[in-house]
């Protein structure tokens, strides 16, 4: 299950990147190597700029998961033709998935995707007043679009869904920390506690999975307008959509309960969350954070050079060790309040 967490990804020269190119589509681009947790990425740009991006699976990735993202972007671009995404291009045999044998003998899924203008939101100099509004309505929107969306590829196994806790039953012992593990199993317990009796009442619905600003594009005017990187989607709980993004949020805000209500109010004027939802995104928020930090660990091990791998690991234990101590409930009362009274 864990194997392209736990083997190394796909290292193919700039150059044999360019030939691909150019063998497969037809363009002479030049390629510049994009930072990745698992795949490989090549910004590629014409004289006047950027246009697409070459992205080379790792070799343990699934088909069916590669075409589960394709058709979930034509099945967005059906309902919400004006958000940004990086569609995928055909190749001059008409194949927009193919497979490519790299000099150390692996074999990888090679796909091209449209180059997504704009800035990533973790780029931006200064986040304006209204940017939390628009990032709640645009997930919104993500979600609205991607209703009724279904996929078998969707309902995989994997340490990344929120709702999945095998991984962090099994792998908090990376963590060097027992102290830092006892934080882990805590949220395990509340997870067990507050959520599992109530898990029914919980709409599920494929989702994007990892809308953060690593992810979303946001365009002159300084709004989100886009996002990329579809490979973390999975059939889910729908409140883990603006708890995943939230997740990397308030591991960087001050107040992070207002912070929580404002995105989720414009979130809800465009998809509807039930209260019972919205009072429980604290837990997933946290369970998201534990899954952040225990990869972080497993993975640095055995990657050390990987940098992206823990970009967000210190921030997370700092707001993980504080949460420990608050009232989960209390927190979610507050959230529910400012939203629904």
């Known amino acids: 299950m864990l194997s392209i967490f736990n083997k190394p990804g796909p290292n193919i020269p700039k150059k044999e990147a360019q030939t691909i190119v150019r063998d497969a589509y037809g363009l002479n681009l030049s390629a510049t190597m994009l930072t990745s947790e698992r795949d490989q990425n090549y910004l590629l740009k014409e004289k006047v700029g950027p246009k697409y991006v070459l992205k080379i699976s790792h070799a343990a990735e699934s088909l069916d998961v590669l075409e589960m993202q394709h058709a979930a972007l034509a099945h967005i671009f059906l309902y919400d033709p004006e958000m940004q995404l ?22 990888h899924y090679i796909r ?33 679009a991607l209703h009724g969306f279904e996929h078998p590829a969707a309902r995989r196994s994997f340490p990344w869904d929120v709702a999945q806790t095998q991984f962090l039953i099994t ?4 963590i060097r920390s027992k102290e830092d593990q006892l934080i882990i199993q805590h949220f395990l317990q509340e997870y067990e506690k507050n959520i599992v ?13 990892d809308g953060n600003d690593h ?21 889910t709980y729908i409140i883990c959509e603006s708890a995943v993004c939230l997740a990397y949020l308030v591991i960087n805000n ?4 207002n912070l929580t209500a404002e995105l989720i109010k414009a979130y809800q004027n465009v998809f509807p969350l039930t209260e019972l939802e919205v009072s429980v995104i604290i837990y997933f928020i946290c369970l998201r954070l534990c899954i952040s930090v225990t990869m972080a660990a497993y993975r640095k091990q055995l990657f050390p050079d990987n940098k992206y791998i823990t970009v967000t690991e210190d921030q997370a234990w700092v707001f993980l060790r504080k ?5 989960l409930q209390d927190w979610s009362g507050q959230v529910v309040n400012k939203i629904f009274h």
Not at 120 to 142: A, C, V, W
Not at 171 to 174: A, F, G, T
Not at 198 to 209: F, P
């Open 86 to 107: 990086p569609h995928p291009v055909n190749t001059l045999d008409g194949e927009l998935i193919f497979r490519h044998k790299a000099a150390s003998n692996e074999n």
């Open 171 to 174: 792998s908090q012992d990376n």
């Open 215 to 235: 992810n979303v594009i946001i365009n002159k005017n300084n709004r989100a307008h886009g996002v990329i990187d579809f490979g973390d989607m999975v059939h």
């Open 323 to 327: 949460m420990k101590s608050v009232d």
């Open 197 to 209: 009796p109530i898990s029914h009442d919980l709409k599920r619905a494929v989702i994007h999975n």
């Open 254 to 257: 001050p107040d992070p309960i």
């Open 112 to 144: 091209m995707v449209e180059y997504v203008p704009g800035e990533l939101m973790k780029d931006l100099e200064k986040q304006t007043n209204g940017l939390i509004n628009d990032l709640g309505s645009f997930l919104g929107r993500l979600d609205l």
